[in-house]
T-cell receptor
């Protein structure tokens, strides 16, 4: 597709279950980012990939959160033993550059996670 | 650490009214500044940016000027349209990366 694709668009799960969120970046984009958008909060940075490596994972809130990227393309964000405070919209973005300060990220529409 | 503060919304305006959305920032380095927009049902997209003091970013009739002395990057538009209804995010990036720090977003509603 032409843009960043995320799935599922909506996920409702029970507390304690594991969830996987998928991101398909724009073809050829080497940089990939995950952000979280909670109600009333700004976008919170989670992790950044350059290729398959994650040089910055400083925003992952706990060890229940992990992410990987394979083939320099698709990325999966996994949340284990979900808690109600994990409810949020998880946004993925990609960028064609790894260079500094360009700031132009291309965002997907997000995956809305609700933990009951 | 870096942070961005935006005026709270929602901001409700009549069509053709003048828009200002305030944004101020704190940063450890010399940031580049951005406005992103999220239209209903769509992903965030870059609206405009400015990379150094006194630069003015502009796009689609919106503009914002990088004011280092007041650490501000206020978004303005002279005449808003219903189609401008969206959530607007101010953001910055410092250092050698592209990790954006976002504000909380300001929802704009434009009515006929």
């Amino acid at each position: 597709g032409a843009g960043v694709s995320q799935s599922p668009s909506n996920k409702v799960t029970e507390k304690g279950k594991d969830v996987e969120l998928r991101c398909d970046p724009i073809s050829g984009h080497t940089a990939l980012y995950w952000y979280r958008q909670s109600l009333g909060q700004g976008l919170e940075f989670l992790i950044y990939f350059q290729g398959n490596s994650a040089p910055d994972k400083s925003g992952l809130p706990s060890d229940r959160f992990s992410a990987e990227r394979t083939g320099g393309s698709v990325s999966t964000l996994t949340i284990q033993r979900t808690q109600q405070e994990d409810s949020a919209v998880y946004l993925c973005a990609s960028s064609p550059w790894s260079g500094p300060g360009t700031g132009e990220l291309f965002f997907g529409e997000g995956s809305r996670l609700t933990v009951l | 650490g870096d942070s961005v503060t935006q005026m709270e919304g929602p901001v409700t305006l009549s069509e053709e009214a003048f828009l200002t959305i305030n944004c101020t920032y704190t940063a450890t380095g010399y940031p580049s500044l951005f406005w992103y927009v999220q239209y209903p049902g769509e992903g965030l997209q870059l609206l405009l940016k400015a990379t150094k003091a006194d630069d003015k970013g502009s796009n689609k009739g919106f503009e914002a000027t990088y004011r280092k002395e007041t650490t501000s990057f206020h978004l303005e538009k002279g005449s808003v349209q219903v189609s401008d209804s969206a959530v607007y995010f101010c953001a910055l990036v410092t250092g050698g990366g592209n990790k954006l720090t976002f504000g909380t977003g300001t929802q704009l509603k434009v009515e006929l």
